[in-house]
């Protein structure tokens, strides 16, 4: 499908916010359903959507609104949420009306300050930069894929200790991905399990549609403790520079505040994802051993199981921009100064873009997939992902546990929507 054919911009639209107020406050029977208001341009109202429901399992609201609304508002989230692969990509490649300056954003609440990905142009560009130096892939393989294997290596023991019925997120995918970012970061004397519990409380924090109080005061307590850990590195790292993102951050001349908001930034996403992606890989293959017999076969194919795991069960479901204009998606109008939710986990399921969507599939050439975004916000530890978990993490897990398979006593727990993984994940081999 064609974005830019289906997404036309500048169309007129002089009253930029009583459409959503207008539609937010009319009565039920002119709102629900929503197919009621398809083809009449304005937007519709999915005040159907259950935020308890998108946690227990958000793919079936993601499929309705494909199919009715590809774009609506969201009473329950307060947000214009676009469900569609070419809406999506759309809006990720024009940053200039789908700004990630948003204002009021609970990431910006959650990380005590404004971090790169909520920076447009110029400004976003010269502070991601400068991690950019570290993140590529010639910089992967060079310094950091060697601490990536020896982290794996011992957290492969620790499960061997823990014995079949470990907990899988516990004991190997959430403190591997932890020990990793201390690693590339350049923070010294914290534990991965802090660091793991940090990010949790930033990634809640972010997506705290429902305004939890108990989790702002999470994010406080997490905010304080990285605080007291990163006057250490600033300290050590301001002496002693190297490959660190925070030694280059701090040597770039950035403000020390912007410096604290992007380590903070990078703790978030930098352990749940790989997290994610680790134990939803061990829960897919579990499912479909014939794809785990092909990739054992060729330990090079463990990379297209990871980046098909990344599609089908996108650990980052929604992330939030805000329309610096009127502008139209899908054949709906929405507002200038409308916070935008882009469902990415839903566009990566989108029969329009892809082939059998909600298949788990690897053997397939490779589906083009949202699961790091796209544009200048593309993920900038996607490279880094790529190697810990999807050539190193995973296909070693298999070598050393050939048999390795999900307890089907225990079939795991699965947390969150926003941002969404396995809590818990016992194995048995």
């Known amino acids: 499908m064609d974005a830019t054919a289906a997404v036309r911009t500048g169309c007129p639209f002089t009253d930029k916010r009583s459409a959503v107020e207008r539609a937010e406050n009319a009565p039920t029977e002119m709102c629900s359903p929503v197919s009621e208001t398809i083809g009449a341009g304005e937007m519709p109202v999915a005040n159907w959507i259950n935020v ?31 469900a569609s692969f070419a809406g999506c990509l759309f809006a990720e490649q024009h940053p200039e009306i789908f ?94 399990a802090d660091v793991a519990r940090w990010s949790a409380d930033f990634m809640a924090g972010a997506g705290n549609v429902l305004d939890d109080q108990d989790i702002w005061l999470r994010c406080q307590r997490s905010r304080e403790e990285l605080g007291s850990a990163l006057d250490e590195a600033f300290a050590r790292l301001r002496k002693n520079p190297d490959d660190s993102i925070i030694s280059l951050l701090i040597h770039s001349g950035m403000p020390e505040e912007s410096v604290r908001a992007n380590v903070t930034l990078t703790i978030s996403g930098g352990v749940s994802e790989p997290q994610h992606i680790m134990t939803s890989s061990v829960s897919l293959l579990t499912q479909h051993p014939e794809f785990l017999s092909w990739a054992q076969e060729e330990p090079t194919r463990f990379e297209q199981v990871f980046q098909e795991t990344l599609r089908l ?102 947390n969150g929507w926003v941002f969404r993984g396995f809590s818990s994940l016992p194995v048995v081999w």
């Open 52 to 82: 308890a429901e998108l946690r227990e399992d958000p793919y079936p609201t993601y499929a309705r609104l494909r199919n009715e609304s590809p774009v609506a508002w969201v009473p329950a989230i307060k947000k214009v949420l676009i």
């Open 99 to 192: 700004s990630n300056n948003v204002s009021g954003a609970h990431m910006t609440r959650a990380f005590g300050g404004q971090p790169m990905i909520r920076q447009d142009g110029a400004d976003h560009s010269a502070e991601r930069n400068v991690i950019n130096q570290t993140l590529r892939p010639k910089k992967i393989k060079e310094v950091w894929e060697a601490r990536f294997i020896a982290n794996t290596q011992t957290y492969l023991d620790a499960l061997e200790d823990g014995g079949p019925g470990a907990d899988l997120n516990d004991v190997f995918a959430a403190p591997l991905a932890a020990k990793n970012l201390i690693d590339l970061l350049g923070l010294s004397c914290v534990a991965p």
């Open 313 to 414: 069960q996108s650990p980052i479901a929604m992330i939030t921009r805000e329309t610096t204009t009127d502008t139209e998606v899908d054949g709906f109008r929405i507002p200038g100064g409308s916070q935008i939710g882009l469902l990415l986990a839903s566009a990566n399921r989108d029969v329009l873009a892809i082939e059998n969507p909600d298949e788990f599939d690897p053997t397939h050439e490779a589906r083009r997939h949202l699961g790091f975004g796209s544009g200048d916000h593309l993920c900038a530890g996607k490279w880094a992902a790529e190697a810990a978990v999807g050539r190193i993490a995973v296909p070693a897990l298999y070598e050393r546990f050939p048999t390795l398979r999900t307890d089907p006593a225990h079939p795991g727990t699965w």
